[in-house]
């Protein structure tokens, strides 16, 4: 099976003008993370509250996507907790388009919820589990190896803020089960935002991308090589 990687900041540029990706670069400790912090990327920005003390960034490796078509973060936000009226995200997008998610759940075996909201309507319930993952073989450095994909969730958003909140679903058949579940917190590895109105100034660009939808997956057409939103050839 051929691998699949991350462009270059430039070659992402010069496919998807319009993509802009909230990530983590670097080891943020929870005695370090603030009452606040904003983590952006041009003109997209998510701005998290800690009231809870707990955000934190760590360094965790996992791949999103689907086994034809996936990429690997290394660093991930960790919620620490469910969201309240103390603890909570917030992103904001310079207009209207679709955003991408790679999010887990904070406890392997316990489901979390996962929602973006706008404008007072639900645009996103996402369920995490790990048992959601899909596995497959791909050619490591030692050789074959197995590894996990998990699933990339998708909304369309209008310009704005978008709320995002996340908790504890079901309930523990033990107390121990009942802390993790009551416990609440996600991972948030990377959210991409393709805005509408510079992906249609993009195709029809100087390098020529070509942009259109097959089974309801965004590809780009460049040069006869075909890639999806993510960067990632297909």
Known sequence: MKKFFLFAAAAIAALTVSA???DFPEVIAAAD???TRTFSNGSVSLVVTNGNTKFAVDANK???GTVDSFVQDSLRLKTGGASG????MVLNVPSDGKVYVHARTSSAGVARTLTFSQ???DIL???LLDADAVETTIEGEGGPETVKIFPVFSC???KGAIDITYGAVGEGSTEADETKIKAGGVNIYAIIFEGASQGVENAAAAVKAEKFFRNGQLIIRKNGVEYNALGAQL
Do not use: E, P
Not at 85 to 88: K, L
């Open 125 to 127: 319930n996402a369920n």
């Open 156 to 158: 369309n958003v209008k």
């Open 85 to 88: 009226s103390n603890s909570s």
């Open 62 to 64: 996992a791949k999103f």
């Open 33 to 35: 993370f603030g009452a």
């Open 20 to 22: 802009q990706t909230i």
């Open 119 to 121: 404008n007072g309507l």
